[in-house]
């Protein structure tokens, strides 16, 4: 259920430049999350970079609220996650955003929960933080902590709209090849090698070692076998008949 | 060991837009990451954007390579991971940034791994996914799968960087509170409860479970529990005593 990712909001505090708004649009529209509310923004720059950033989520741009303050902003807000990358006596609560990720959909399931991201130069303020009810840390490295703000948006989108689960990775269109079929392409390769002369009848068990290694890592699929049989055939045909003579239907790619 | 990090290298190819050159640098730097090659870009607008976009990253964008081709640019990787948000008979056997991270991690230890990202407008070519050994789909949602550039970098390097298993979450400084410490609490809580008129003796043990469910809920620490102690012994206090007057030591915050 996706519908959960309608009770995500993200709140920007005191946004200073334009181009950071477009650029998150963009990377809620990535994940699914569409509800974006700017409190207090202090934009100092040409709006038409939020426009140009946001190229195809323009409609979570025109849909935006602005509110004066964080308290507006997240005021029928049952969860309000901050993001924070300092350290201090309230901080110590911190999580990174996989480990909230599904604690936070379940409590979308019930009502709103906002993710709230700070300024691009001091972030969030102690006060600001004071109304969070989750704290989330990115884990970056140490030495260079301090990420754009439409990336730390994206982390933290990106961590939820995988935690639902939903992503349908691509099929692998052609199925596992089985033993039986491996062997098969082995025997083959084995007359195929012997014939073109690449090996002799007394090396061939050592020689198909290494062949058999090879086709164990990258012969993975019924197509690939299908592949490969195909070239040993037209290799044994074309040691018979000459070169660049085709035989019908050889160096076609298996039909489905 | 972080140090498999230096053998990680970010190709751009035929990028368009200078400012997501430097957003790289920067998402890269975030994530431990400094090898960046532009393979035949078709930069168009102001490098000013690159330097910007690149904040505190500028010295991995200064130490850039740029070669003609892509397959100049991986010609010493053994490993070519590219990204591609397309299908097709090649196409198959994508897998996710989280799912390929541990084992380019492994490949990165004995050899150079490439992460390679296309263009803006039309991300790789067939030419350039045919030299790609791995092929990484990054989980969007399908209505709107065109990620930022920089956006689509810092995914692939996040994971990279997680899968290390080198950061250190925050540590929690104050010891999970025992379940004497907890009873003691809920005592002093009901003797205050009772003294400042919040309920009455019959009434007493019905409140307090509602009391109790919010402690074990919010009161996880010692120091919770020393918070919610001072809270009680400070009302009692008042209570006795009139507002506004503070006997020694009450309403601080537990030493360690």
Redesign the interface.
Known sequence: M?DVLKNIRIVLVGTLYSGNVG?VC??M????IRDLVLAGPKLCDNWDDAVR?A???ADILEARRVTATLEEAVSDCAFVAGTTAR?G?Y??????P?EWAPELLKLAENGKVALVFGREDKGLSNDEIGLCTHLI?I???P??????L??AV??CC?EL??ALGT?E??V???LPAIAAHKLKLTALWRDMLLLIGFMKEDKAGHMMQGVQRIFSRGV??EDDVAIMMGVARQAQWAAKNGPGAKPKGAGC?PRK
């Open positions: 996706t650029s963009r990377a529209a990535n994940m699914g950033m190229v195809h989520a350290g006596l901080r110590q609560h911190v999580k990174t996989r840390r884990p970056v490295q030495a260079y902590t301090s990420l754009n439409s990336q994206l982390i990106y709209y995988g992503y990775p691509p692998e269109k052609s993975y699929s790619l």
